[in-house]
T-cell receptor, first 115, second 116 residues
Framework: AQSVAQPEDQVNVAEGNPLTVKCTYS??????LFWYVQYPNRGLQFLLK??????LVKGSYGFEAEFNKSQTSFHLKKPSALVSDSALYFC?????????????FGKGNQVVVIP | NAGVMQNPRHLVRRRGQEARLRCSPM?????VYWYRQLPEEGLKFMVY????????ESGMPKERFSAEFPKEGPSILRIQQVVRGDSAAYFC??????????????FGPGTRLTVT
C-alpha cells in the first residue's frame, strides 16, 4: 500500500522564522501528494498538492512544498511563520493500491509558532 | 457555495446504542469518503461511496458499521451497538465526479462521537 511518514511529532518555531514540516512517501507509480491543515476541533483544510510538473508547489496562506523524487520527500515550507499557523499538519498520498481516490494520511505534525 | 456539511457536530451515545452520522457533500460532488480520527492519530480511511454505490469499504470494521449514499439525501454512516472504542472524530470528505486521482478532497467539520 502507499504510505507517507511524518517523522517529527512536534515542530516548534519562532514567529518570523522559516517553517518546515517534513514528509516522506512510499508509492508504486507516480505519487499524488497533498498537504492539509487542521485547527482545533475543525475539519481538514486543503493547502496544496503535487500531481505533476514543477517540483515547487505553491498553496494557500503562503505555504509551499517541494517535491523531491530522489529523496521521496514532499516537505511543507513557509518562509516566515505566523502565530496563527499553529495547528496540526497532515501529509497524504493517494492510495492507488486500491484503484480509487482514497487518501493515506501521515500521523500529523503539531506546529507551534512561538511569539 | 456551501462546503461539506456534517451533523451532528457532537454526539453522545451510551454503550449499545446506535449512532447515525450524516454528511452532505459539496454541491456538484458525487464522491464521498468517510475517515476516522482516533486521539493522537492521523485519519484512517473507512469507506468510499458514490451515489447509490459503495465503491470501497475495506477500511470499515466488518461488524456494526455500515454506510450509504442514497440517490437523494445525505450520506449516512451508521454504527450499531456502539462501544467505547468507537469514540472518535468522524470526518466526511467529498470530491468532484470522475475518477480523477488528482482531485483534492474537501472535508467537513467532523462529528465527534463520545460513547459513555
Amino acid at each position: 500500500a502507499q504510505s507517507v511518514a511524518q517523522p517529527e511529532d512536534q515542530v516548534n518555531v519562532a514567529e518570523g522564522n522559516p517553517l518546515t514540516v517534513k514528509c516522506t512517501y512510499s508509492v508504486s507509480g507516480n505519487p499524488y501528494l497533498f498537504w492539509y491543515v487542521q485547527y482545533p476541533n475543525r475539519g481538514l483544510q486543503f493547502l496544496l498538492k503535487y500531481i505533476t510538473g514543477d517540483n515547487l508547489v505553491k498553496g494557500s496562506y503562503g505555504f509551499e512544498a517541494e517535491f523531491n523524487k530522489s529523496q521521496t520527500s514532499f516537505h511543507l515550507k513557509k518562509p516566515s511563520a505566523l502565530v496563527s499557523d499553529s495547528a496540526l499538519y497532515f501529509c497524504a498520498v493517494r492510495d492507488t493500491s486500491y484503484g480509487n481516490n482514497r487518501l493515506a494520511f501521515g500521523k500529523g505534525n503539531q506546529v507551534v509558532v512561538i511569539p | 457555495n456551501a462546503g461539506v456539511m456534517q451533523n451532528p457536530r457532537h454526539l453522545v451515545r451510551r454503550r449499545g446504542q446506535e449512532a447515525r452520522l450524516r454528511c452532505s457533500p459539496m454541491k456538484g460532488h458525487s464522491h464521498v469518503y468517510w475517515y476516522r480520527q482516533l486521539p493522537e492519530e492521523g485519519l484512517k480511511f473507512m469507506v468510499y461511496l458514490q451515489k447509490e454505490n459503495i465503491i470501497d469499504e475495506s477500511g470499515m470494521p466488518k461488524e456494526r458499521f455500515s454506510a450509504e449514499f442514497p440517490k437523494e439525501g445525505p450520506s449516512i454512516l451508521r454504527i450499531q451497538q456502539v462501544v467505547r472504542g468507537d469514540s472518535a472524530a468522524y470526518f466526511c470528505a467529498s470530491s468532484p465526479p470522475g475518477n480523477r486521482g488528482f482531485s483534492e478532497q474537501y472535508f467537513g467539520p467532523g462529528t465527534r462521537l463520545t460513547v459513555t
